[in-house]
């Protein structure tokens, strides 16, 4: 008689941040099958908001020859063929690709974004076209025991989660990249919510209420933040930090050099300089950042530079905005618009990637590290670097929706996202005890 064959998930409701192990037993000797994972409520935080569309289908595979008995371990086994190699537990969670797109428009009212708390991945064993057996695992960001708040007033747009039990606790405020909304942001701050701290995602723009474009942005969204924070029963005010991501990290360092009241920033792939604005793809000729209604001082894109980049574009060259950025730190007088990171009162994380293809991270850190050096910095700083990883440093075990955006080495990529992540995680456990 046939024996059944089964899919084991340990354990089947899991946080992203952790591994799971999965095997497959009562196959034949030798039998080749698909197993494949396919989810269709999937928030993964490397894909742009053209990518997010609800019921939009996510997939992966490996192709796999079971031992002498009958029996796969997705940990210790390789696949013949997939969208992954190496043995790997955790390769169909982070190879997946859009299978479809069901695009749709980014949503502007907070009460419309949904928090993505969780997502299904259905995983099934196929042979010869026949579905063998099937099991679904939960993935959460948070669980029920994270509760949240909505604050919306007059330019000010931002998530606050915390545990029900309420206690005094060390609270990040979170901002993300490029595309200044709440999803990414409110994506990292669920998940240090659950890992025991306050955590406030704020959106800085992009979004109703608030600026439209990535210009003149009021630090006083920071500012309030943290006055907002310090009446909460459930912050430490003592223990307020900063995490910031790509622009985002540009923008809590800028935060961080003038309040005093942020103890710790982790700049993830961030610039040191203040760039200029854009008012959607143009320069405005403003500072990205304001304090007090004045620009910041800010380094310009230079118009011949971005002519020459629209001309290496047309020729077929790659990593144009990466070379533009690098153009106008050589050619201009960056000490003019130089982060004061000198002027932190607390801890600093810099996480950067040797081959990010956005803008150049690693000296962008290298050129901070060395100021705080030259200033005699009283606090501790720290900077982790990743040869392969591309621009998108994120979190362990999420997808990534092209293999350019990790500079097509998704081993790589996915151990730095591991590593930065666990660098991450420590350097906050020790801020929360000082």
Known sequence: MDKECLIEINPTRSFIDEAVDITISGLQSNQNVVIRAVTSDYYCINAGISEQGQNSLWESYGIFTAGHNGN??????????????????????????????????????LSDVSENRSYHICFTVESQGKVLASKECIRQFCDETIESKALVQKSYVARYFTSRIVKKRPTIIVVSGSEGRI??????????????????????FGMKGISSDLNQIPLEIIENSIQWLKLQDSVDENHIGIYGRSKGGEYALAAASIFNELSCVIA???????????????????????????????????????????????????????????????SARTDKADLEVEKISGPILFLSSAEDSIWPSFLHCETAVKRLHEK??????????????????????????????????????????LNSWKETTDFLDMWSKS
């Open 72 to 109: 796969i371990s997705l940990k210790k086994d390789s696949p013949v063929d997939g969208t992954y190699q190496a043995s790997d537990g955790m390769g169909l969670f982070y190879s997946m690709r859009l299978k479809h797109l069901n695009k749709s428009k980014p949503l502007k009212t």
């Open 183 to 204: 999803e990414k942001a409110q994506a990292i701050a669920e998940i240090l919510a659950q890992r025991g701290y306050s955590a406030l995602a704020v959106c800085y």
């Open 268 to 330: 993830n792939t961030p610039s040191c300089y203040v760039y200029e604005g854009l008012k959607g793809m143009m320069p405005s000729r403003h500072s990205s950042w304001t304090y007090g209604g004045q620009d910041l001082p800010f380094l310009k894109f230079s118009c011949p530079v971005m002519i020459k980049m629209l001309i290496k574009k047309v020729l077929g060259q790659k990593e144009l905005v990466r070379w533009m950025y690098q153009k106008i730190i050589t």
């Open 376 to 417: 005699n910095f009283r606090y501790d700083y720290k900077h982790c670097t990743y040869e392969k990883s591309g621009h998108m440093l994120t979190l362990p075990y999420q997808s990534i929706s092209s293999l350019k955006k990790c500079n097509g080495n998704m081993k790589e990529w996915q151990n730095a996202c």
